[in-house]
């Protein structure tokens, strides 16, 4: 079983920054993929941020250039910075973690979620 811990969410008024943390731990043999989605209220979650085990990134047109996703050297524990904060990026994130067990295969795992409000 995989866990996933997040934190770091807050209010912030627009342009201000934020860093998201999401810890994983259990039992895995390695993590894929480590993501950060969102949802807003009535909205679909969405995906905001990947970080793939070959180093690639993949960002929503909407964050790019202003949202970095990262992992820490021992690679259980991922990170969201996030700068220029608009009041659209108001929702709850949700760390996601596509993790390989011998066992079981790969599959996903979620995070509680943390909320984001960005309001002056």
């Known amino acids: 079983q995989v866990q996933l811990v997040e934190s770091g969410g807050g209010s912030v008024q627009p342009g201000g920054s934020l860093r998201l943390s999401c810890t994983v731990s259990g039992s895995f043999v390695r993590i894929n993929v480590m993501s950060w989605y969102r949802q807003a209220p009535g909205k679909q979650r969405e995906s905001v941020a990947q970080?793939?085990?070959?180093?690639?990134?993949i960002y929503a047109s909407t964050v790019e250039g202003r949202f970095a996703i990262s992992r820490d050297n021992a690679g259980n524990t991922a990170y969201l910075q996030m700068h220029s904060l608009k009041p659209d990026d108001t929702a709850v994130y949700y760390c996601?973690?596509?993790?390989?067990?011998?066992?079981?295969?790969?599959?996903?795992?979620w995070g509680q979620g943390t909320q984001v409000t960005v309001s002056s």
């Open positions: 970080l793939h085990a070959t180093g690639t990134t």
């Open positions: 996601n973690v596509n993790a390989y067990d011998l066992t079981i295969g790969s599959r996903d795992y």
